[in-house]
């Protein structure tokens, strides 16, 4: 990880605080300040997260940042209102739908370039269900987490997808070499 690993504690406290935050925005309230002494360095320190949501093992929101730019507790509540409200794929969560929610945190290491010579050559660089990946052309990116995999256990098709989310065909990591970079997460939930 990017940070040292997170205690029991300080996940609870994310997930909480999460919770908390997508519950306030949800019913059009203004998110409180957090006592800076309520917070242990690693949620004060730079960290980067997705927060993901689910109702009965449906995706209901999903939103993230692969870069750290603010601290940790943070970026999590923020994204925990933007899955919430600001998810395009989705209609803005109800308040009927906050108490179905379940809530994962995932906490990111840093996205590690990846170096591959051909593109026939990455599906086998990529570890199946370690790996968060993301692809790069030009001004397109996109990325999926590492659970991603349960879902794609096929190196080529986890590729495929990651290209269509992109914008691009399906293809375009056969055609040309793009940019990739991997990075782990650190996952837990409610």
Request: aromatic share 6%; glycine share 4%; net charge negative.
């Amino acid at each position: 990880m990017n940070n040292s690993e997170l205690t029991l504690e300080e996940k609870k406290k994310l997930l909480v605080l999460a919770r908390q935050a997508l519950e306030l925005a949800v019913a059009g309230k203004k998110l409180p300040q957090i006592a800076s002494e309520e917070l242990t360095p690693a949620l004060k320190a730079p960290g980067a997260a997705f927060v993901t949501l689910t109702i009965a093992g449906d995706l209901r929101g999903c939103i993230g940042s692969l870069q750290a730019f603010r601290s940790l507790v943070e970026d999590v509540r923020e994204h925990a209102v933007d899955a919430a409200l600001n998810d395009y794929r989705f209609p803005p969560v109800s308040d009927v739908e906050v108490p179905l929610l379940e809530i994962e945190i995932s906490h990111l290491s840093a996205p590690q370039p990846l170096d591959y010579n051909l593109p026939q050559d990455l599906p086998a660089q990529l570890k199946a269900n370690v790996d968060g990946v993301v692809l790069r052309d030009g001004s397109r990116s996109a990325t999926f987490l590492p659970q991603v995999w349960q879902q794609l256990p096929d190196p080529q098709d986890f590729l495929n997808q990651l290209c269509l989310k992109m914008g691009a065909s399906a293809d375009l990591w056969r055609k040309k070499k793009l940019q990739v970079s991997t990075y782990k997460v650190d996952e837990f939930h409610e």
